[in-house]
């Protein structure tokens, strides 16, 4: 049997890696904060459920949850329609009305209820592993690590099943339509896929702070990749990072796992938010730089090269002059200067610059293109 | 009767969040709200356990701070890179600044014990909670945001229906889309005691959307969200003062304790679905009529 810790990383790992996939499909579909919404409705779930069953720990508590988040989604699609496609409105208006049911209910029921309402909304990972799935007394390890799993191996074979037709769905839905594509049971078994997910994450992660797990992997792997399988790949990859790190952090500073997972995932998020290879923050402004380079250095040349046809080279080509005409500081002139001098384009002699062959050569293509594409 | 402090209370969070909601509503920034209520929370957590004070005033200071940090970053995500989508960065934003607020409880919760449970009022709103103390902060916020929304009307209406157009005019100030924000940031957090973290945004949402669909000039619109803020304001507190009473009179618990945001929103809401749904009908039998009339 693993110590509680390992049990604990175990279940910090299977939440972020089951609302990592969930979330990624839901950042193609530009709905990244359907998560939030789905999140907060299944709290009126709850509450029924609770006045309803009688018991905060039935198992049939969980189905109404999962029922009252679709019963939102497909509200708040309805909604929307109805006032003219304003779907941020929509979600604002029927999200909280029914997390508002929820916590009316729950605050209502006698205190014996034990549903904490704080607990609803931050969660506790730490104590996953009390909850214990036994078969014939004998301990299987914490329950939630057992359906997190199951929830994971739904979400990944649908993904795996459906690749092709989900692809098409969520890159080109038009085109889909208009081949004849009927969407709307990939859309439903999605929709369901992620209320079971997000209602199974819930309690380890609570309502709000499951939304960093949902959408940052996915927008890590957003910066990093072109393709859709690498994307689904580094999903993977990034929600498994955030919860060994959120589980390291835990060891240092004295937070609960629930808080390290998601604001590990953000860090991740964030190192790959400005250190991406090619669309990262870095990455842009480095690419800057060298293009504002070349350009100054393909002007110097054709500068040098025109001043030696005219012929006025003695005047016009020292580094002072060029400095004075061209509006730039000496030194800039200067560095630009020495790497066009280390291509070998450029030689200096007696105090003024000359374009060497091959920076002939480079100075006309750069003219005749320009001319060209005039 | 509630308290005097918590009625005033009450219709003060509701005539500033239907002032404010008009705005954010005319900007199509109907999740802003969301987002930055959300990113008070380690703002309280901070100044609680660096101060250790419990009066709104020094609390909402660190509450507004950590407001305006999420809205700047907010900003800038947007700007840095073109790749994350808006919906993904207000997601990011909204759970990466609770998240935060959350790796810090445990610590204030050791280092000043029992002090949390106070903030706890905050998640919900809770009137039981509320003070004159809080019932001046709103005063102080609303007072002069009604003045510059006032002062600045021509601009500001400008700034929500005609950015591009307003930008041409001589008297664009380049302060005003800073103003409002950081208006809608302060606004938000003095209504906090009321509304709580979680539920401002959809009073945010449903005031003006209620306002909207009963009339037709934004002016009025904002005179009609904020006359409905205060009405709704006052009811609820009554709502929850007789929904406690026949609870302990009808199943004899007398812990029965109900958050005000809830209700406050389950009302608001309740409003907007009835004026939707009214302007839908409406509309269908302009239409009715416009076919019969064609058909003639």
Not at chain 1, 201 to 216: H, I, K, P, R, Y
Not at chain 2, 65 to 89: C, H, N, Q, W
Request: net charge positive; with cysteine.
């Amino acid at each position: 049997m693993l110590p509680v810790e390992w049990e604990v990383l175990l279940v910090a790992c299977l939440t972020s890696l089951a609302c990592g996939l969930t979330g990624s499909i839901s950042i193609l579909r530009r709905q990244a904060l359907l998560g939030d919404a789905l999140g907060h409705s299944l709290l009126a779930g709850i509450g029924i459920g609770f006045w309803v069953l009688g018991s905060s720990s039935s198992p049939w508590l969980f189905a109404f949850a999962v029922t009252s988040g679709m019963m939102a989604v497909g509200l708040s699609e309805w909604v929307s329609r109805a006032v003219g496609g304003n779907q941020s409105m929509a979600l604002g208006l029927v999200f909280p009305a029914f997390f508002s049911i929820g916590v009316v209910l729950i605050s209502l029921a006698p205190k014996s209820a034990h549903i904490d309402l704080d607990r609803v909304l931050t969660g506790n990972m730490d104590l996953a592993p009390l909850e214990r799935l036994q078969w014939r007394d004998m301990d299987l390890g914490p329950l939630s690590a057992w359906t997190l799993s199951c929830s994971l191996v739904l979400m990944a074979s649908f993904v795996w099943l459906f690749h092709r037709s989900l692809i098409w769905h969520l890159f080109d839905p038009q085109g889909a339509k208009a081949a004849g594509m009927v969407l709307w049971p990939l859309s439903l078994a999605w929709l369901l896929l992620s209320a079971v997910t997000i209602s199974l994450a819930f309690e380890t992660m609570g309502t709000v702070m499951v939304v960093s797990l949902l959408v940052a992997p996915g927008a890590t792997a957003w910066m990093l990749t072109r393709s859709i399988n690498s994307y689904l790949a580094v999903t993977c990859l990034a929600a498994i990072a955030s919860g060994l790190t959120g589980r390291g952090i835990t060891m240092f500073l004295d937070a609960s796992t629930t808080a390290t997972t998601a604001i590990s995932s953000i860090i991740i998020f964030l190192l790959a938010y400005f250190l991406a290879p090619r669309e990262g923050i870095f990455a842009r402004w480095r690419d800057g730089v060298k293009a504002r380079r070349e350009i100054e250095m393909r002007m110097l040349l054709v500068h040098l090269w025109h001043h030696e046809l005219l012929g006025d080279e003695s005047t016009e080509c020292s580094e002072a002059t060029m400095a004075q005409h061209l509006g730039l500081a000496t030194q800039k002139i200067r560095a630009t200067l020495n790497s066009l001098e280390s291509r070998k384009l450029v030689y200096p002699s007696d105090g003024i610059w000359k374009t060497t062959q091959q920076g002939k050569i480079k100075a006309r293509d750069q003219m005749s293109g320009s001319e060209a594409s005039r | 009767m509630p308290d005097p402090a918590v009625m005033t209370g009450c219709i003060l969070a509701g005539v500033l969040y239907g002032l404010l909601g008009s705005f954010c509503m005319a900007r199509n920034q109907a999740l802003l709200g969301d987002v930055i209520s959300h990113a008070a929370w380690p703002g309280l957590v901070l100044a609680l356990g660096l101060t250790g004070s419990r009066h709104f005033g020094v609390l909402g200071v660190g509450a507004a701070l950590v407001g305006f940090m999420a809205l700047i970053s907010l900003e800038y995500l947007g700007k840095g890179s073109t790749r994350i989508k808006p919906d993904t960065r207000l997601a990011l934003v909204l759970s990466g600044f609770f998240a935060a607020g959350m790796l810090f409880t445990r610590q204030v919760q050791t280092s000043r014990p029992g002090s949390m449970g106070h903030l706890h009022s905050f998640l919900f709103g809770q009137t039981a909670a509320l003070v004159w103390m809080d019932t001046a902060v709103m005063a102080t916020v609303l007072i002069p945001t009604m003045i510059l929304v006032w002062l600045r009307w021509r601009d500001l209406s400008a700034l929500c229906f005609d950015p591009q157009w307003r930008q041409t005019t001589p008297h664009a100030n380049g302060a005003t889309p800073a103003i409002l924000n950081g208006l809608l940031v302060i606004g938000i957090v003095a209504g906090l005691p009321v509304a709580g973290v979680v539920l401002v945004s959809a009073l945010l949402v449903c005031l003006p959307v209620t306002a909207r669909s009963l009339t037709n000039r934004f002016s009025s619109g904002i005179l009609v969200a904020m006359g409905l803020g205060a009405t709704l304001g006052a009811l609820s507190p009554l709502v929850v003062m007789l929904t406690e009473s026949i609870f302990r009179h009808w199943r004899g618990n007398d812990d029965a304790r109900l958050p005000t945001g809830p209700v406050f929103v389950l009302l608001g809401v309740t409003c907007s679905g009835l004026s939707l749904g009214l302007k839908n009908m409406r509309q269908r039998k302009i239409q009715r009529m416009g076919r019969n009339h064609a058909s003639c």
